[in-house]
Protein backbone atom coordinates (compact mmCIF):
# COMPACT_ATOMS: atom_id res chain seq x y z
CA UNK A 1 0.00 0.00 0.00
CA UNK A 2 1.46 3.29 -0.94
CA UNK A 3 1.45 6.23 1.63
CA UNK A 4 1.45 9.52 0.78
CA UNK A 5 4.16 12.15 1.59
CA UNK A 6 2.13 14.47 2.84
CA UNK A 7 3.10 18.09 1.13
CA UNK A 8 3.98 17.64 -2.79
CA UNK A 9 7.28 17.20 -3.83
CA UNK A 10 7.85 17.11 -7.64
CA UNK A 11 11.08 15.93 -7.65
CA UNK A 12 9.79 13.08 -6.09
CA UNK A 13 6.76 12.19 -7.92
CA UNK A 14 9.27 12.90 -11.47
CA UNK A 15 11.16 10.05 -10.08
CA UNK A 16 8.33 7.34 -9.45
CA UNK A 17 9.12 7.00 -5.30
CA UNK A 18 6.31 5.41 -3.82
CA UNK A 19 6.41 5.59 0.03
CA UNK A 20 5.43 2.09 1.64
CA UNK A 21 6.48 2.81 5.18
CA UNK A 22 6.20 5.93 7.48
CA UNK A 23 6.23 5.06 11.05
CA UNK A 24 8.46 4.90 14.47
CA UNK A 25 11.54 6.00 12.93
CA UNK A 26 11.86 4.04 9.84
CA UNK A 27 10.34 4.11 6.30
CA UNK A 28 10.47 2.51 3.28
CA UNK A 29 10.81 3.03 -0.85
CA UNK A 30 10.13 1.49 -3.70
CA UNK A 31 11.40 2.73 -6.81
CA UNK A 32 11.08 1.35 -10.34
CA UNK A 33 14.22 3.05 -12.43
CA UNK A 34 13.06 4.90 -16.37
CA UNK A 35 15.31 4.34 -19.24
CA UNK A 36 15.89 8.30 -18.83
CA UNK A 37 17.33 7.24 -15.00
CA UNK A 38 20.00 5.24 -15.99
CA UNK A 39 23.78 5.63 -16.53
CA UNK A 40 26.04 4.89 -19.59
CA UNK A 41 26.30 1.61 -18.34
CA UNK A 42 22.07 0.65 -17.90
CA UNK A 43 22.25 1.39 -14.35
CA UNK A 44 20.68 3.17 -12.01
CA UNK A 45 22.48 6.90 -12.17
CA UNK A 46 24.54 7.32 -8.72
CA UNK A 47 22.53 10.56 -8.35
CA UNK A 48 19.15 8.98 -8.97
CA UNK A 49 20.20 6.70 -6.02
CA UNK A 50 21.26 9.35 -3.70
CA UNK A 51 18.15 11.18 -4.27
CA UNK A 52 16.81 8.05 -3.26
CA UNK A 53 18.53 7.54 -0.15
CA UNK A 54 18.09 11.39 0.99
CA UNK A 55 14.01 11.23 0.83
CA UNK A 56 14.75 7.96 2.65
CA UNK A 57 16.24 9.27 5.27
CA UNK A 58 14.16 12.33 5.35
CA UNK A 59 10.62 10.46 5.61
CA UNK A 60 12.11 8.44 8.29
CA UNK A 61 13.22 11.38 10.12
CA UNK A 62 9.56 13.20 9.45
CA UNK A 63 7.96 9.92 10.84
CA UNK A 64 8.07 10.61 14.41
CA UNK A 65 6.68 14.14 13.94
CA UNK A 66 5.11 14.48 10.32
CA UNK A 67 3.59 18.64 11.09
CA UNK A 68 7.17 19.22 10.57
CA UNK A 69 10.05 19.49 7.23
CA UNK A 70 13.52 18.62 7.19
CA UNK A 71 16.00 20.10 5.21
CA UNK A 72 19.40 17.64 4.91
CA UNK A 73 22.33 18.95 6.38
CA UNK A 74 25.03 16.54 5.30
CA UNK A 75 24.88 12.83 3.67
CA UNK A 76 27.28 10.73 2.69
CA UNK A 77 26.60 7.94 0.50
CA UNK A 78 28.77 4.20 -0.64
CA UNK A 79 27.70 2.49 -3.36
CA UNK A 80 28.50 -1.31 -3.23
CA UNK A 81 27.19 -2.92 -5.85
CA UNK A 82 25.43 -1.69 -9.34
CA UNK A 83 22.12 -0.98 -8.20
CA UNK A 84 20.91 -2.73 -12.10
CA UNK A 85 17.01 -3.55 -12.52
CA UNK A 86 14.76 -5.80 -14.93
CA UNK A 87 11.40 -4.71 -16.46
CA UNK A 88 8.89 -5.19 -13.57
CA UNK A 89 11.15 -5.00 -10.75
CA UNK A 90 12.06 -2.25 -7.91
CA UNK A 91 14.33 -0.93 -5.99
CA UNK A 92 13.95 -0.97 -1.99
CA UNK A 93 15.29 1.95 0.20
CA UNK A 94 14.62 1.18 4.26
CA UNK A 95 15.55 4.93 5.95
CA UNK A 96 15.60 4.56 9.86
CA UNK A 97 16.24 7.64 12.48
CA UNK A 98 19.18 6.92 14.84
CA UNK A 99 19.58 9.98 17.10
CA UNK A 100 17.20 12.94 17.38
CA UNK A 101 17.33 15.72 18.92
CA UNK A 102 15.06 18.84 19.74
CA UNK A 103 16.17 20.21 16.18
CA UNK A 104 18.01 17.52 14.46
CA UNK A 105 17.89 14.17 13.64
CA UNK A 106 20.27 11.19 12.81
CA UNK A 107 19.87 8.60 9.98
CA UNK A 108 20.71 6.19 7.64
CA UNK A 109 19.51 4.51 4.77
CA UNK A 110 20.10 1.38 2.48
CA UNK A 111 19.43 0.50 -1.28
CA UNK A 112 18.31 -3.34 -1.91
CA UNK A 113 17.74 -4.43 -5.46
CA UNK A 114 15.17 -7.53 -6.22
CA UNK A 115 17.68 -10.04 -5.25
CA UNK A 116 17.89 -8.39 -1.65
CA UNK A 117 21.25 -7.35 -2.24
CA UNK A 118 22.74 -4.22 -0.96
CA UNK A 119 23.91 -1.86 -3.61
CA UNK A 120 24.38 1.66 -1.37
CA UNK A 121 24.10 2.94 1.79
CA UNK A 122 24.09 6.22 3.17
CA UNK A 123 23.99 7.98 6.66
CA UNK A 124 22.66 12.08 6.69
CA UNK A 125 22.00 14.63 8.90
CA UNK A 126 18.59 16.48 8.98
CA UNK A 127 17.25 19.74 10.42
CA UNK A 128 13.64 19.86 11.59
CA UNK A 129 11.48 23.04 10.40
CA UNK A 130 8.29 24.07 10.54
CA UNK A 131 6.56 23.73 7.84
CA UNK A 132 5.13 26.96 5.64
CA UNK A 133 2.86 27.68 3.08
CA UNK A 134 4.57 27.37 -0.17
CA UNK A 135 4.77 30.19 -2.92
CA UNK A 136 2.22 28.05 -5.25
CA UNK A 137 -0.02 28.01 -1.61
CA UNK A 138 0.41 31.74 -1.23
CA UNK A 139 -0.39 32.75 -5.04
CA UNK A 140 -4.21 33.45 -5.19
CA UNK A 141 -6.54 32.13 -8.08
CA UNK A 142 -9.44 33.20 -9.63
Do not use: W
Amino acid sequence: MTISFGPGIPFVNHMGFTLERFENGHSEMHYAPLPEHLNSFDMTHGGALMTLLDVAMATAARSVDPELGVFTIEMKTSFMKAAKTQPGEHLVAKGELIQRTKKMAFTEAKVFNAQGDLCAHSTGTFKYAERRPSITQQIPTD
